[in-house]
């Protein structure tokens, strides 16, 4: 079949199998330019493996450190004569490009907020790496239900106390409007926490630790965000910011109980960028915009890529790692820069619908919003017949 991009507000519903493919060899490829991670982690676990900041931990450790690496993900696969999801097709292909470097690559598909899905990665582990060195967290998802209580909850984006209007764009359309956010409700507040906190993260360290997996100096690391003023009231001040005050606590705990063996666990506050988690948030995909614009005219831009591969220098060529007041290791520090940051303010309240091609980069974050299902790579015909079946 040939296949096109086709879009439902925040989401991409097909995906291209050769442009996934294409997409990650450029990780790949930008990996591999960057000097080896020696010391470096060998035997990793990436739980939220198949989109954005978790592939693109999974490629900095196979193709940055050598690693043996498990990846756990929720995907639909392709079946004959239908599409699967774009995260499928990311890890055919990072499966096939490890094999090809010698090293295993193992990938389960299924609910990693699951107790099923914890105890298959233990025995996989035990199978093909005996322990890991390294379990990173990426888990991105709208809902969970609890593996104890049954109970399912649903994350929400909304602020605290008050309602909250600002501005934002609608990336299909090209338009600048208003945007309204009635605050949250305390249960509002539990099921985020619930969702997005740090009980799941320690749940798979527990469930690693009492599988015997955990190799000695072993280590973890988590993602968050905090973000300027502008998102303040949505993002850190809002419910999000709730899950990720308890993720950071959780990282603390979990830090202490470590230090004894040797290991440590860590949240790496990451820079804002085009994901299918951020593309759904009201706001930030105009903060997006006019930050792209911002950061690539003074040569400052990273990827998902770049910053990984600079998370994992940090982690294992520095030491010992830098940290902030507060423990974290902090990949935000070129975006949070001052001058940066007044040069988005400034844009702020200029920008309208009108303008928005010539004082954001609205060109940039759909080019990289449609490369996260695999359209717009350079070397793919997009007007070949694929085949749409593509197993791991």
């Not at 190799?215 to 502008?230: E, H, K, M, R």
């Not at 990949?331 to 844009?347: G, H, K, N, S, T």
Request: hydrophobic share 40%; charged share 20%.
């Amino acid at each position: 079949m040939i296949v096109r991009p086709k879009t439902r507000g925040f989401i991409c519903v097909t995906a291209h199998p050769d442009g996934c493919a294409a997409h990650v060899r450029e990780w790949i490829d930008r990996t591999r330019s960057q000097a080896p991670l020696v010391d470096g982690p060998k035997r990793v676990l990436v739980v939220g493996a198949s989109t954005g900041y978790g592939l693109a931990s999974r490629v900095t450790a196979a193709f940055g450190s050598g690693a043996d690496t498990l990846g756990v993900f929720f995907e639909k696969p392709s079946e004959p004569g239908a599409l699967g999801t774009a995260g499928w097709y990311n890890t055919a292909a990072f499966e096939r490009a490890a094999r090809a470097a010698g090293l295993k690559a193992r990938s389960i598909n299924g609910d990693a907020f699951s107790d099923a899905i914890k105890q298959q990665a233990v025995e996989a582990i035990r199978a093909d790496m005996g322990s890991i060195d390294l379990l990173v967290y990426s888990l991105a998802s709208p809902r969970r239900t609890h593996p104890r209580t049954g109970v399912t909850h649903k994350s929400t984006l909304k602020p605290l106390g008050e309602a909250y209007a600002s501005k934002t764009v609608d990336t299909d359309k090209g338009t600048v409007g208003p945007v309204a956010i009635q605050p949250a409700t305390e249960q509002d507040v539990a099921d985020t926490v619930a969702v997005m906190g740090g009980e799941d993260w320690r749940m798979w360290v527990d469930a690693m630790e009492a599988g015997g997996v955990l190799a000695p100096g072993f280590s973890t690391v988590a993602y968050s965000y905090i973000g300027p003023d502008l998102t303040w009231p949505i993002y850190r001040a809002g419910t999000i910011g709730k899950a990720k005050e308890d993720l950071e606590a959780t990282a603390h705990s979990l830090a202490h109980r470590l230090a004894g063996s040797g290991g440590r666990a860590l949240v790496s506050v990451n820079k804002a960028l085009v994901t299918q988690a951020s593309s759904a948030i009201p706001v930030v995909p105009l903060y997006i915009s006019l930050l792209y614009k911002v950061m690539k005219a003074q040569g400052l831009h990273e990827g998902c890529i770049e910053q990984m591969n600079r998370l994992f220098a940090r982690l294992y060529r520095e030491r010992p790692t830098p940290l902030d007041a507060e423990g974290r290791v902090r990949l935000d520090d070129w975006e949070m820069r001052p001058d940066v940051q007044q040069a988005v303010a400034e844009l702020w309240p200029q920008v309208t619908t009108e303008n928005l091609a010539a004082l954001s980069d609205i060109a940039g974050y759909r080019a990289e919003f449609l490369k996260l299902f695999g359209f717009g790579l350079a070397g793919v015909d997009y007007e070949k017949d694929v085949d749409p079946h593509v197993t791991l």
